[in-house]
């Protein structure tokens, strides 16, 4: 791991045959684990973690396939499955000593916390989600010209080969392209940290991209599947998010309230990178949560 969060533990545990997590952790006490979004690795809590350490136990691990983690081959639909990502960080937990924790995620990681919620009612407590929508709402929502602004999504969804070849040929420019344009503030992520992101994700491409392709099938079934058999997140939820709504035209928080029975969901000016940018508030909607 060539980059950490100052004060943590690095700990790396196999989670299955081959595929090992990374992770730093910090603090003691009741355990919550950090996702971390697309195109970041786990540095990205580096201001809330040692905030939430003061009285918890942080388990901030780099997804499969990104960062320091194992990055698997793609062997079949499920191997970058959200199914999957979840029960990778829920044997983390395990290992660690964890059975039952808080879970907050961001973008990507969102996306798994939202998985292992639906999938692990038993083992997440309270879930917080960081500016992203399910993935069935997700590909409903995006429509006609506005659906530009999530080029990536179609992109990475073609079958292998192609996209890992057009993004590796221009692999900092296209990460770049997120890191610098969905911020709201410049300063939240200095160029060490953007350095730091740039490199990991050049080193991931095969892995990002299988990850982004399973959301346009085997995630979206499973969505679908879940949406039909009636399962909700019975856990306390808190979901923030830009006002995507007032630009994309749709109902956010009713969309997640489909799918939260005990939802709280706001919305956020800071960029979609705001645990970088508002790292204050979005420590205190965690520990609001945890109230819950």
Do not use: N
């Amino acid at each position: 791991m060539s980059r950490t969060i100052p004060g943590s533990e690095t700990v790396t545990v196999e989670v299955a045959p081959g595929v090992p997590i990374t992770a730093a952790v910090l603090g003691t006490g009741p355990a919550v684990v950090l996702l971390h979004g697309f195109p970041q690795t786990h540095l990205m809590w580096r201001h809330v973690a040692p905030a939430l350490a003061a009285d918890h136990t942080v388990i901030c691990p780099d997804l499969r396939g990104y960062g320091a983690s194992g990055k698997p081959a793609e062997a079949g639909s499920d191997t970058y499955a959200k199914r999957t990502m979840a029960a990778d960080i829920v044997a983390l937990a395990a290992a660690l000593g964890h059975e039952r924790f808080a879970l907050a995620g961001h973008d990507r990681g969102a996306l798994v916390a939202f998985r292992a919620g639906l999938d692990h009612p038993g083992t997440v407590t309270h879930l917080l989600s960081l500016d992203v929508l399910p993935t069935l709402d997700m590909w409903d929502v995006l429509h006609g010209a506005d659906a530009r602004v999530a080029f990536h999504l179609y992109l990475m969804a073609q079958p292998p080969g192609f996209p890992e070849r057009m993004i590796s040929a221009v692999a900092d420019d296209f990460f770049a392209s997120f890191i610098d344009g969905w911020g709201a503030d410049d300063r939240a992520i200095p160029a060490d940290v953007r350095a730091e992101y740039l490199r990991a994700s050049r080193e991931a491409v095969p892995s990002i991209v299988a990850d982004y392709r399973a959301s346009a099938g085997i995630d979206l079934e499973h969505d679908r599947a879940d949406r039909a058999a009636g399962r909700t997140l019975d856990m306390p939820v808190t979901v923030i998010q830009q006002d995507w709504g007032a630009a994309l035209g749709y109902d956010a928080a009713g969309l997640w309230g489909r799918w939260a029975t005990d939802l709280e969901h706001r919305t956020l000016d800071a960029g979609h990178f705001m645990a970088e940018s508002a790292p204050e508030e979005i420590t205190e909607a965690i520990r609001s949560l945890l109230r819950r």
